[in-house]
């Protein structure tokens, strides 16, 4: 069974930082696209970044330049380092893996939420202004 759990969202002020980290279990891990999705109240599940097997990362432009992704694939843990925060990436931030058969692009410009079958419970990031 695959699980995902997110921890490190908090509360900061704006231009602060937080690291999310998400521990993944019962997965392949390193195999397949895994990323970084937020929702804020009243708004549509977004992408922030993600990464694939190989390494390769992809950012939302309104992230770029603050947020870097990364994974260590010997714990299985996934990152999202955010640095600079604003008041509208308050949000609930959720970790999420795509189906293991997928072999297509992660890049958040290619790629579509239904790939991501797996998610973790989300972590609660307030940025105040």
């Known amino acids: 069974q695959v699980q995902l759990v997110e921890s490190g969202g908090g509360s900061v002020q704006a231009g602060g930082s937080l690291r999310l980290s998400c521990a993944a279990s019962?997965?392949?891990?390193?195999?397949?696209?895994m990323g970084w999705f937020r929702q804020a109240p009243g708004k549509e599940r977004e992408g922030v970044a993600t990464?694939?097997?190989?390494?390769?990362?992809s950012y939302a432009d309104s992230v770029k330049g603050r947020f870097t992704i990364s994974q260590d694939n010997a714990k299985k843990t996934l990152y999202l380092q955010m640095n600079d925060l604003k008041p509208e990436g308050t949000a609930m931030y959720y970790c999420?893996?795509?189906?293991?058969?997928?072999?297509?692009?992660?890049?958040?410009?290619?790629?579509?939420?239904?790939?991501?079958?797996?998610w973790g419970q989300g972590t609660q990031v307030t940025v105040s202004s």
């Open positions: 999420a893996a795509a189906w293991g058969g997928y072999g297509g692009s992660c890049a958040l410009e290619s790629v579509s939420l239904p790939v991501f079958g797996y």
């Open positions: 990464t694939d097997r190989d390494g390769s990362t």
């Open positions: 019962g997965y392949t891990y390193s195999r397949g696209c």
